[in-house]
């Protein structure tokens, strides 16, 4: 079942319409704010079960009245160590480019119960630390499927996720996933026909859920993921679907994450807060860095979609790219991991 | 135990000096009597009773009554009462003497204010401090939205009472929640006082008789809320006569008829108003809109009873039904109250009450779409009974007495599907519920003829009782659902945890001058029941808990003290009141808290402690043709969160502004009643500082999507408020055949049409934009309206 938190807040919305649009009265204004504070390090990453890579994003934030472009700075020469605190294991994160760093595969391999941190020293001779997180059990996911919802101006096609949630386990759970589309691709003479590969991004939604009303219960249809049918669905898409269970305080964080993601913002919304995470400075507490470190349970699954199996959701027209060399996050090359193939021929 | 035996020695010492006294110097006899309504025979509590002649006076008790202890000889006594003609009685006074007044309204437009703080009199010579009375016949000179006047809506005009925004439901009283106000209608409980969200208060104003707002110096036999006291009564039917009112304005009607059921023994009074708001949804071009509908009624019945010259019943019923449509998803919420009350005249001076009152509110919810269909319920219910007696042993003692309880059931909330598809689960959180009981014992004191007391205490008590499952949580460590080590239950008819504790309430006036006083005073309160909200403004889908093992009673001491002047016998009033209050156990929130249909509830709240002063000045003119008020405040409203760990604390552990922290407000009324009485121009401005809001200082790429981090919690404030209406109201010539007395109200909401926030927010533009400020202003730009009025 859904969260109350959305319908709690589409009753004062829609009576605010009511009488703010008859007096018509929304305007974007300036905000004379106090000068900003300098922008701080935002890290985001986890270990889960498993050999790895695990991965951390490092980067500087921006004074919210800037531009984001450009600000978002990755940082590239820090030291970054993650540590299984059981066994005392230090496995050294390296840098890989754009602020990710990883660690390599196998050298630690992430097991539920056990105790992870990092420890992250700035070139600027700043450390930080991540309070340390215990591993939850993670928990398989049974099958994936769609539900598809035509209100919307643009049908979406919801992805599900179905799981037997184990009783008494702390029970917070967090999706994330990674889209690609398969798009037919018209070079010249016609035959024979070729495919490029695009990435669809991450999608909209930080979809995190607890089991207050299921738990020890066969969970079926928590939405993972909101798919628009668009002309990159046209053909075959694939879906790989991360299904992490969370420690109560990280979804907390991406509790609140999502909660601002989704806040429309009215007088009857929440106040926004500050998300505090779990990234310490060890040398100032007073000046925590943005972010958070998670031990994660984790299982994978791979879900191919196909638009053409909902009769309710109409059917985009072929698009093909002729293009599909030139575009960026578009390929000719076949990506490793793809495992689903289109059920219309172009 | 002490301040029982002051009480005590209050009460039997000065009797007893007071009548030793008399052998030793001369002999006194008392007049005493009631003053009532001329109409509706009802009480008018708080009238004056003066001898013009000398500084003497005395001020009628909650039943009307008032006692005047004189020496033999002929005197000119006045009775007045704001709203009321005066009555002027000359008594020759050789022996006690019981003299009764009716007093008759006021016909034509009157010259006093709307907001009327205290008859002039009452400035210098009342007890009690920030006390607001509001005479509902003048609401239609003051603020109407659309036409419509608004009790409410006029309570935010006086100093020291304050809103969130613009049609935000309920108000703030000196730095108080919106859930600390005990509103009372006829003694029943309004738990949402406001219909479609705010924009309407929830009371017929023909149908009411009398509102009085008790912002400090509040009676002993009022509590169980930490910040003020609202009461408005119910109107009784006129005795002799049929008659009715009613208006007509855009978007809503109402009706009133009252007459005798036996003539001289029992009357009844019927009221109902219902709102027409599809229309103006219809005739805006937005599919959105045109989907959705909005409406509400709201019913009251009143049978008055008087079978003797010493007895009378009251019955009252009240329901008020709101009904709101957005797209798949309907919202209906709805009070329903009900009361009965005896009073029993025992010779001139013993007045005993009983009163059994029921009050219900509830809220549903039913989302039709077709996958997560399901309908939502929740419900307050409250059973109260009470015996009260007032006592005038000599016209230097009104001795209050009572005995209240009340029991509350509350269900938090339950889901469960609507449709055979729905993949909603049934679900329900445990009902709660409680026994409020109190005793109280207070007196009316002259001390002296320059020095007068009311000292009152209260005792209350909390008992949370079974069937409940309290969850018990780990004491050193947040408390979350991890942190749980064990659940108490308590059986049905046990008790699961109780509290209690006295309430002393203690006011003094000292007069300087005929025209001059000081008061101070000191209450405390206490509130069993709290209201969790963690939104700006209240939601009717918030709902009330009880106090249990982790929610403790929020606790109030307010202390206060003014000055008060009139000049030119009352011309002009003028008064400063500054106040001081501690609030003990406020109920703050975790970010992300989860409110509703939550069965660990406790481990989303976080107890904080609050402050909040400030100053209230105010100046009336009330008498000839331009009459009105200025009134300036600074008050200030604040917040400590300060837990043992990070997670519990707020903004650190320091102060915080609160929500509806807004320290400067000005008030201004102007009513101008030229040659022809029949015509009132009225104008009111108001001022207010803008209420804090937390923004975001910063953003950052959380998987490529932009989030922003916000500040500590309320560090920058949104624009200013100001509003400036205008109102004219025409008298009909009386066309006595049909005794029917009408008129038209032309109204301004809002005439320079300023764009005043109701909030400012920060929302997305679109999908994966990073949250932009955007102001919202509801009633941003002019509101003319035009309304009848009629009478019969």
Known sequence: MRSFDPFYRIFPVGLL???????????????????????????????????????????????????LEGNATPIT???????????????????????????????????????????????????????????????????????????????????????DDPEGDPGYYRWSTRATFQAPFLPVPLNPPYYC???????????????????????????????????????????????????EDAHQFWKLIETQIEETGTPFSPPPSAIDGNIVNVGNPDAPAFGYFSAVGQSNETFCLNAGNYPSVPLQSYSPLNDCGSRSAVSTERPPYWECSSSRNP | VLIGFVLFLSVMLPTRFAHAQQNDTEERFTVRGRVTDAQENRPLVGATVTLPASDRGASTDSTGAYALSLPPGSYTVKYDFVGYESETRVVELQADRTVNVRLSKSTVSLDELLITEEASERNVESLTMGVERLEPQSLERGPTFLGEPDIIRSLLQLPGVS??????????????????????????????????????????ADVVSDVTLYKGGIPAQYGGRAASVLRVE????????????????????????????????????????????????????????????????????????????????????????????????????????????????????????????????????????????????????????????????????????????????INPGDVAPNSPVSDVDTFATDNEYGIESAAYLSDNITVTDRLSARLGL????????????????????????????????????????????????????????????????????????????????????????????????????????????????????????????????????????????????????????????????????????????????????????????????????DWYPANYDRPHEISISATYTGDDPRAAWNANFVYRTGRPITYPVSKFVVDDRPIAQYSSRNQ????????????????????????????WTLSIYNVYGRKNAYSVFFGRKENGNIPQPFRLSIFGTVFPSLTYTFEF
């Open chain 1, 17 to 67: 319409l009511v009488f703010g649009v008859t007096s018509g009265c929304i305007d974007e204004i300036s905000l004379d704010t106090s000068a900003p504070a300098p922008p701080p390090l935002s890290v985001f990453g986890s270990v889960s079960n498993g050999p790895g890579p695990h991965e951390v994003v490092l980067r500087r934030a921006a004074a919210f009245e800037q531009s």
């Open chain 1, 77 to 163: 020469s820090a030291e970054v160590v993650l540590v299984e605190e059981e066994t005392g294991t230090r496995a050294t994160m390296s840098h890989r480019g754009s602020g990710r760093y990883k660690t390599d595969e196998g050298a630690i391999v992430g097991a539920p119960g056990r105790t992870y941190h990092i420890e992250i020293a700035l070139a600027d001779d700043k450390v930080f630390r991540s309070r340390p997180e215990t591993m939850p059990e993670p928990v398989a996911i049974d099958s994936l499927f769609v539900t598809p919802d035509t209100t919307e101006d643009v049908a979406q096609l919801e992805v599900r996720s179905q799981f």
């Open chain 1, 197 to 247: 590969w695009g990435d669809d991004g991450v999608g909209t939604d930080v979809a995190v859920a607890n089991d207050r009303f299921f738990d020890g219960e066969v969970r079926s249809g928590e939405l993972v993921r909101s798919i628009p049918v668009t002309e990159k669905t046209s053909s075959a898409y694939q879906l790989d679907v991360q299904q992490r269970t969370l420690t």
């Open chain 2, 163 to 204: 809103s969130v925004g613009e049609g935000a439901a309920g108000f703030n009283v000196r730095g108080g929640s919106v859930d600390q106000n005990l509103i009372l209608f006829d003694g029943t409980a309004i738990y949402y006082p406001s219909h479609l969200l705010g924009f309407f208060s929830p009371f017929n």
């Open chain 2, 234 to 409: 119910q109107k009784v039917g006129d005795r002799d006569r049929y008659g009715g009112r009613g208006g007509v304005s855009p978007i809503t009607s109402r009706l009133s008829v009252e007459g005798p059921i036996v003539e001289d023994k029992a009357s009844f009074v019927l009221g109902g108003r219902l709102s027409y708001v599809n229309w103006l949804l219809d005739a805006v071009d937005n599919p959105n809109l045109q989907r959705s509908n909005a409406s509400f009624y709201d019913a009251n019945v009143g049978v008055n009873i008087k079978p003797t010259e010493d007895n009378e019943i009251d019955l009252m019923g009240y329901r008020a039904y709101d009904d709101v449509g957005i797209s798949d998803t309907l919202f209906t919420y709805a009070t329903t109250n009900a009361s009965v009350e005896w009073r029993h005249l025992t010779g001139d001076s013993f007045v005993t009450r009983l009163k059994g009152a029921f009050s219900n509110y509830d809220f549903r919810v039913r989302d039709q779409d077709r996958f997560e269909a399901f309908t939502l319920n929740s419900q307050i219910r409250t059973y109260k009974a009470k015996a009260e007696a007032t006592w005038t042993p000599n016209d230097r003692h009104t001795v209050d007495i009572g005995l209240q309880s009340a029991y509350h059931e």
């Open chain 2, 458 to 653: 209260r005792f209350s008590m909390f008992n949370q009782t079974g069937p409940s499952n309290t969850y018990v949580y780990a004491s050193n460590r947040p408390r979350n659902p991890q942190t749980i080590i064990d659940t108490v239950t308590t059986e049905s008819g046990e008790i699961a945890k109780t509290d209690y504790g006295l309430e002393p309430r203690v006011s003094l006036r000292y007069r300087l001058t005929d025209q001059s006083s000081l008061k101070v005073g000191y209450n405390r309160m206490r509130q069993y029941l709290h209201l969790i909200t963690n939104s700006t403004a209240a939601l009717p889908l918030d709902v009330w808990h009880v106090s249990d093992a982790y929610r403790q009673p929020q606790i109030a001491d307010q202390v206060s003290v003014g000055y008060f002047q009139n000049f030119d016998d009352g011309a002009v009033i003028t008064s400063v009141e500054a106040y001081y209050k501690w609030i003990d156990n406020l109920i703050d929130y975790k970010p992300g808290a989860e409110l509703l249909l939550n069965r660990t509830l406790n481990a989303d709240l976080l107890n904080g402690i609050g402050r909040a002063y400030g100053v209230e000045m105010f100046a009336e003119k009330t008498e000839g043709q331009l009459t009105g008020s200025i009134s300036y405040t600074y008050s200030r409203a604040e917040r400590k969160v300060d837990g043992a760990t990070p997670i519990q604390r707020i903004n650190g552990g």
């Open chain 2, 716 to 743: 920058v404030r949104i624009p200013d408020y100001h509003r400036l209406d205008l109102s004219l109201r025409l008298d009909l010539e009386r066309r006595e055949k049909r005794g029917w007395n009408a008129s």
